[in-house]
């Protein structure tokens, strides 16, 4: 079987385009059909080789998505062929299994536990949610990164109360999934907060109490404005920018404030805290996934998202085929991006 996939031959290229040689199915192992694919800031650092040396290119890329599973091979009981499924980057229940090696002739193109940037993709068990097929596999593939670590820094990580005040730096996927969640829970003041006007547009449509362009010299003093009060209860963090994290814990009220990072940031940053922020009692954690249990969290965040999947859909900012991924990558390099889509 052959399959058309996006792959990086050289940190700082384009991603190339190529038909790989799907291998045999080993322990642990599922082939799915990809039906579509997000593109996340964790690719875009892997492609301009900001995440350090890559010692396994050529590879593939892409850790999150929808799909309908194909095949699967020995020991997987957790789907079968024609299950509809959400790929996701969060180690689940299953087999952990290995990585694979497509070809593409006499060319070895690596594969880790999950990919999605490939028309027909070689999963580890672990790496999947079986959905419903009353699911739209569209609005799904959110679920395999953004809604997990957005939703989950809210439901998983922040006592966030109807009295609470949360500011969002970052209109990204996961950025607006975090607002979503926190609307959710009724917080007094939901501040959004980003650089691009049309995002806080989105924003306050999706609910947010109110918005700020970002502009690092006045972000403090806006803040202060808009809450009446030194500091935020909370801080989420989904950017991947130095500043931005440094600004948004420095956002945080004393004694009581947390700041959540959960941007993507290159290898080898370093941000600066002051000392006396902590000693005040301010909190800085991070977030790994928004610390989901996948086969739990995700069908809870499921059926709390898809009755209103109509704001799901408004996450998706762009999508394009496959052979156009390089246009939805410059869109999120760009920072024009809220979610992009590959469709397959």
């Not at 998983?156 to 730096?169: G, P």
């Not at 404030?257 to 290159?266: E, H, R, S, T």
Request: net charge negative; glycine share 10%.
């Amino acid at each position: 079987m052959k399959s058309r996939a996006a792959v990086l031959t050289k940190c700082g290229d384009p991603l190339e385009l190529m038909e790989l040689e799907v291998p045999k199915l080993q322990e642990g192992q599922v082939l799915v059909k990809m039906q579509y694919s997000g593109i996340c800031r964790t690719q875009l650092n892997e492609i301009k080789g900001l995440k350090g040396p890559d010692k396994f290119l050529p590879h593939t890329l892409g850790h999150e998505g929808s799909g309908i599973v194909v095949d699967i091979g020995p020991g997987v009981t957790k789907v079968k062929a024609t299950d509809p499924v959400i790929l996701t980057w969060i180690k689940g229940e299953g087999i952990d299994a290995k990585g694979t090696v497509y070809r593409c002739g006499n060319l070895s193109v690596n594969s880790g536990p999950i990919s999605t940037f490939l028309e027909f993709a070689v999963i580890a068990e672990n790496r999947l949610i079986p959905i419903t097929s009353e699911i739209p596999l569209r609005e799904a593939s959110l679920f395999g990164c953004a809604i997990p670590t957005g939703a989950g820094i809210i439901y998983n990580q922040l006592d966030l109360t109807q009295d609470s005040t949360i500011a969002l730096f970052g209109l990204g996927g996961i950025g607006l999934s975090a607002l979503i969640a926190a609307v959710s829970k009724s917080a007094k003041q939901i501040i959004a907060i980003d650089l691009e006007p049309t995002k806080l547009t989105l924003a306050k449509e999706l609910g947010a109490t109110d918005t700020i362009l970002y502009e690092p010299d006045q972000l403090l003093s806006s803040l202060q404005a808009i809450t009446g009060q030194n500091g935020v209860d909370f801080a989420v963090e989904a950017v991947g920018k130095k500043e931005v994290m440094e600004l948004a814990f420095k956002a945080v009220k004393d004694q009581t404030g947390v700041c959540i990072l959960a941007g993507n940031v290159p290898k080898e940053t370093k941000i600066e805290c002051d000392p006396f922020d902590f000693i005040k009692g301010k909190k800085l954690f991070g977030s790994w996934g928004g610390n989901v249990k996948p086969d739990h969290d995700i069908p809870l965040f499921l059926k709390s998202f898809y009755p209103e999947n109509q704001q799901l859909t408004r996450l998706i900012s762009h999508e394009a085929p496959l052979d156009q991924i390089h246009s939805l990558v410059s869109l999120l390099d760009q920072g024009q991006a809220a979610r992009t889509l590959i469709t397959f």
